[in-house]
């Protein structure tokens, strides 16, 4: 009989498994203490605490529990979802230590650099340490390919266990027969493409800080900038272009650039994913631009930004404010469908949307065909009937979050069309914003933003099966107190 919540063998293997997490969560972590050193800052010792602490419990976590190792899907769920909190947290206390600001404030920022959301709670991030801009930075990088994903391939022996990790994460697709080889391969395709794009903003004439930080940010698809005006303080056109690729390339499949030098280029051509990311850049492009009456790089800049989830802009909060409310829910469009699956990008993802839709052409079809049609298909692609139900389950409860969400942002802020705009960009991990997202914001919303920054990034299903599972537990667990106390009442 299967157990709907979790034993004390499960917390063992659950325990045994997160202390690997929490090794590689504190060996990332110490790495910024580079860029203290050669900058010569001396702040970021401090903050070597968080991660040593860290690293010294996940040993202990990983040695006490190692006999126990047989994961099961349920267990690698809750895995994911607490590793992305736990790195969230870590990262957090370093920022409260270094920079003396609340929990709730740092929390944010750190979630918010770890899914690539690109929020932030600072007005002026010019005025941080070198140290810290690379933190947030370096989070956005190892969390554009995953947090789980990273610390099973570099410390988790391959087998069974590897692929419920890598399942847990929201991901399926395999470009190799083993998941270890698969995550090698990804791997070293976003270190050339990250080496590609440094190299690239180097020779737009960027300094090397500036070109390590900023090719972090967007290959991941995070956003989030150095500068107080993001990618608009360069005031370059090639450095806008040379963004605009990287972006792209961050939410292609990682199954689609391993397969580009084998076609010549053709597998991404061929993507259905990316034909309709490019139809949907140029039709929005052509809208908005019609709308707005921008110039043709604003308007296409923040489009392929909305997309691809990335939320690195050229035009400041207040001013994406006051563009024309029709252009803005273009833009929302685009923040909910995403790029592709199987790359770093958040939002529903662009496969998802052409299932759904192909779903609504099967259920027509099926209404006047004489005969029923159990499967569809597009650009050599079959769509069967688990995956159009399973598409439009996942459209259907992502809405729910997001239209609920928004009802309580609207209740704080009292601006519909501007909470709603970044709502979408928070559970979407994008991380445009019409700038009322701050400092400034009450609590409440501030947990509630934290938490659909943590359900976007892993897909919301893995952390609804957590969160079920912990409140069974928790009944399970005072059921057992229950009859306990009754024992011992009886036996007196």
Same mark, same amino acid.
């Given at each position: 009989?299967?157990? +709907? ?88 206390? *370093? ?8 929990? *709730? ?16 709670? &600072? ?21 554009? $390919? ?45 270190? *050339? ?8 903003? $180097? ?14 940010? =967007? ?10 005006? +993001? ?13 605009? *690729? ?45 709308? =707005? ?43 909910? #469908? ?28 099926? #209404? ?33 979050? $997001? ?9 704080? =802020?009292?601006?519909?069309? +501007? ?18 997202? +701050? ?11 934290? &938490? ?41």
């Amino acid at each position: 009989m299967r157990k +709907n919540y979790l034993s004390k063998q499960d917390i063992r293997i659950i325990l045994h498994f997160l202390g690997y997490i929490m090794v590689g969560t504190g060996i990332i972590l110490m790495l910024p203490i580079f860029i203290d050193l050669y900058y010569l800052e001396d702040s970021y010792l401090i903050g070597l605490i968080p991660p040593a602490l860290s690293i010294g419990l996940g040993l202990l976590l990983v040695e006490k529990f190692k006999e126990h190792d047989k994961l099961k899907f349920k267990h690698g769920m809750f895995i994911s979802s607490v590793a992305w909190l736990w790195a969230g947290f870590v990262g957090a206390i *370093i920022m409260m230590l270094m920079l003396d600001i609340s929990f *709730i404030d740092a929390f944010f920022e750190s979630v918010s650099a770890w899914t690539g959301s690109g929020l932030t709670m &600072f007005n002026d991030v010019e005025i941080l340490p070198r140290s810290i801009l690379f933190l947030r930075s370096l989070e956005q990088w190892i969390g554009g $390919l995953g947090v789980v994903i990273i610390f099973i391939s570099l410390l988790i022996k391959p087998g069974t266990s590897a692929f419920k990790l890598y399942k847990s994460e929201a991901r399926e697709e395999k470009i190799k027969p083993t998941i270890k080889n698969t995550l090698k391969k990804t791997i070293e395709i976003y270190l *050339i493409y990250t080496i590609f794009g440094i190299v690239l903003y $180097l020779l737009a004439g960027l300094p090397l800080f500036d070109s390590v930080n900023l090719t972090f940010t =967007t290959i991941s698809t995070g956003g989030m900038s150095i500068k107080n005006a +993001n990618v608009g303080f360069y005031n370059n056109n090639i450095v806008y272009l040379i963004t605009m *690729i990287l972006m792209l390339l961050g939410a292609t499949s990682f199954a689609v650039h391993y397969n580009l030098v084998k076609t010549k280029g053709k597998s991404i051509l061929e993507d259905i994913q990316f034909q309709v990311i490019i139809l949907s850049i140029m039709i929005s492009g052509i809208l908005v631009a019609a709308i =707005t009456h921008m110039a043709p790089m604003n308007v296409i800049f923040h489009i392929v930004s909305a997309v691809t989830t990335t939320g690195a802009n050229i035009a400041s909060p207040s001013e994406l404010a006051s563009w024309a409310p029709a252009s803005l829910i273009i833009i929302m469009l685009l923040m909910i #469908m995403g790029g592709s699956s199987g790359s770093t990008v958040g939002a529903v993802k662009t496969i998802r949307v052409i299932t759904f839709l192909r779903g609504i052409n099967l259920t027509v079809t099926n #209404m006047i065909a004489p005969k029923r049609v159990v499967n569809t298909k597009i650009a050599n692609r079959t769509f069967n009937e688990r995956e159009i139900k399973e598409a439009s389950s996942y459209i259907t409860v992502y809405l729910m979050f $997001l239209i609920v969400s928004w009802i309580i942002m609207t209740f704080y =802020t009292n601006d519909p069309i +501007n909470s709603l705009f970044d709502v979408t960009s928070t559970i979407g991990n994008v991380g445009l914003s019409t700038g009322i997202i +701050n400092g400034s914001l009450a609590t409440f919303p501030k947990i509630m933003l934290i &938490f659909l920054m943590w359900i976007g990034r892993l897909e919301i299903i893995p952390i609804l099966l957590t969160i079920q599972l912990g409140f069974r537990t928790f009944d399970q667990s005072l059921k057992l107190a229950k009859r306990k106390f009754r024992r011992i009442i009886n036996l007196r």
